[in-house]
């Protein structure tokens, strides 16, 4: 990549988020040459370590989790960071950052951009003490807000208002990763690009949408954050969420980043609102007990390390959502999302109507299956499913995949994360939410979220390893739509 004058911070540098994904991130950027040559990286963390103490910690994470681990690129890459030890809650902290990233005397410093991968409670006092320790709107800082913003429409409001109190929007980043994956962005090119396929996205064709995101994990040692905020607010608030906006969203008159944004915002904002006597009908949540994964056996969450006990925290989220305009209005989009469900999955599986006459049928009440567009954003993969004729005497049908394998052999796969820190490092914001989408996100599932709030006894379980609870089908509005695990 050659130079670009800027500086990271990253606060929560031991945590799940940097050793899963921004570490390995940065690292596969340094192995592809797209790191700048004198990018510097300030780790920042309690722990009382020094540089070798951290770089040794680097190392353990990056042989786990980067996936092309070498000793020589591990030597460089090492270069680039400086370990911080600091208390995100001590003015002290700030000084002694202050001090490294505009040392006495030094020209004019990088740009420095500050990556908030800690848990979102401590947000706010992190933008607070930045901006009194003097990064705030007056120099050249950048802020990077993981989700969820906020952990409900209430304080994600809060959370705005201090951000905007101390820095100016043009240097606030809410990253969604799932807006860097390269699957998730196809949708836009898969919609857009094909005329048939732009015909046949409407109410008359579709029956229905469902996305799903499964993940064989469990909560790993995030229980501290993840006891409190739970499926909802985790993934489907966010992530699933912004998925629905890029399928559901109006062709926007340009890829700029705010033409973009108020198509996905228009969604949102025609979302029929859930009444507060109907949540049961809408949504449905569930944690999951011991099971198998992988042929391993696993406990349930109420043994997890840090679980509150008798948590009712949902591990599994399942709901609909209607999109009350003249493309959607009828089409339910069904969303769901786990952890420990039998695999890492997600997709898209979009559903066509029945033909208007069952010509082929093979009795009286059986129907053929309709169409289906299958896009698997994990593993890669986009397949549309019709039916054709079986060979032989018969007048028999089968269903076949048109596959359009999506990635051609030797094409390079940019993860979410590098992507996004790109952007982030070349001052680009295409791929970063705006506030608003974020407010209206929660304005849909704060209905489900109150009412949950108030359920405090009581939680389904689902075995580990398997779909999810079998009441997730409870949702449906017909009895012939089924939850499509198999693509
Ligand atoms: N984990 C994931 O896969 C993803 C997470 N995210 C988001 O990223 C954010 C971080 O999540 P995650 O990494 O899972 O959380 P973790 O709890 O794993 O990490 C929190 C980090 O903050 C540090 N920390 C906590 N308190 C202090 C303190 N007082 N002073 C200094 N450092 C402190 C922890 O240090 P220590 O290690 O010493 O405890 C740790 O490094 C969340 O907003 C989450 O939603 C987004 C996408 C994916
Ligand atoms: O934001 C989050 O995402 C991860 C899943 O991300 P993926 O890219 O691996 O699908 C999830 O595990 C985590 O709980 C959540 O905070």
């Not at 790191?35 to 300030?42: A, G, K, S």
């Not at 069904?334 to 890492?344: D, E």
């Not at 997709?347 to 299958?374: C, D, G, K, M, Y």
Request: net charge negative.
């Amino acid at each position: 990549m050659g130079n670009c004058n800027c500086q990271f911070v990253i606060f929560g540098a031991t945590g799940d988020l940097a050793c899963k994904k921004l570490l390995p991130a940065l690292y596969h950027l340094h192995c592809a040459s797209r790191m700048p040559d004198e990018l510097r990286i300030l780790a920042f963390g309690r722990r009382p370590w020094d540089d070798k103490a951290w770089q040794e910690f680097l190392q353990e994470q990056m042989e786990t989790y980067a996936s092309n681990y070498h000793a020589d690129h591990f030597a460089d890459f090492c270069k680039h960071f400086e370990y911080v030890r600091g208390e995100i809650h001590e003015p002290e902290s700030y000084a002694k950052l202050s001090s490294l990233l505009t040392p006495e005397g030094a020209e004019k410093p990088a740009d420095t951009i500050f990556y908030l991968a800690i848990r979102p409670a401590d947000f706010i006092p992190v933008v607070q003490r930045l901006s009194e320790a003097g990064f705030n709107q007056d120099g050249d800082y950048r802020i990077v807000i993981e989700k969820p913003f906020g952990d409900d429409l209430e304080s994600a409001v809060q959370l705005n208002e201090q951000l905007h109190r101390h820095f100016r929007e043009d240097q606030i980043y809410r990253i969604d990763h799932y807006l860097g994956k390269e699957i998730v962005q196809n949708l836009l090119v898969f919609r857009f690009a094909n005329l048939p396929i732009e015909a046949v996205w409407n109410r008359n064709y579709i029956d229905h949408v469902q996305i799903t995101v499964a993940e064989d994990i469990g909560i790993e040692n995030r229980a501290g954050y993840y006891d409190q905020a739970g499926a909802l607010r985790d993934m489907l608030q966010n992530h699933l969420m912004q998925v629905l906006t890029l399928i559901a969203m109006e062709p926007p008159p340009s890829l700029e980043a705010d033409s973009l944004r108020d198509e996905k915002v228009k969604v949102l904002r025609s979302i029929r609102p859930i009444p507060k006597s109907a949540v049961t009908a809408y949504a449905m949540r569930a944690q999951y007990g011991p099971g198998v994964v992988h042929n391993k056996h696993v406990p349930g969450y109420q043994d997890e390390a840090g679980v509150e006990p008798n948590s009712v925290t949902e591990t599994f989220v399942a709901a609909k959502f209607y999109i009350d305009n003249w493309r959607w209005r009828g089409v339910p989009f069904y969303l769901r999302t786990g952890k420990r469900l039998t695999a890492k999955s997600s997709s898209v599986a979009i559903r066509f109507r029945h033909t208007p006459q069952q010509l082929f049928r093979e009795t009286s009440i059986e129907r053929i299956e309709p169409n289906w567009i299958l896009l698997s954003l994990e593993p890669e993969s986009l397949k549309i499913e019709i039916q054709i004729k079986e060979p032989g005497l018969e007048m028999r049908v089968r269903p076949v995949q048109l596959n359009a394998s999506y990635r051609k052999e030797g094409e390079q796969e940019l993860d979410a994360y590098e992507a996004l820190l790109l952007d982030v490092m070349q001052g680009d914001k295409a791929l970063f939410i705006r506030f608003d989408e974020v407010e209206w996100a929660w304005r849909v599932v704060d209905p489900i979220i109150k009412s949950w709030g108030r359920e405090t006894d009581y939680i389904l379980t689902y075995p580990a390893g398997s779909w999810g609870p079998d009441e997730a089908t409870r949702i449906m509005d017909k009895e012939d739509q089924y939850w499509r695990n198999q693509l």
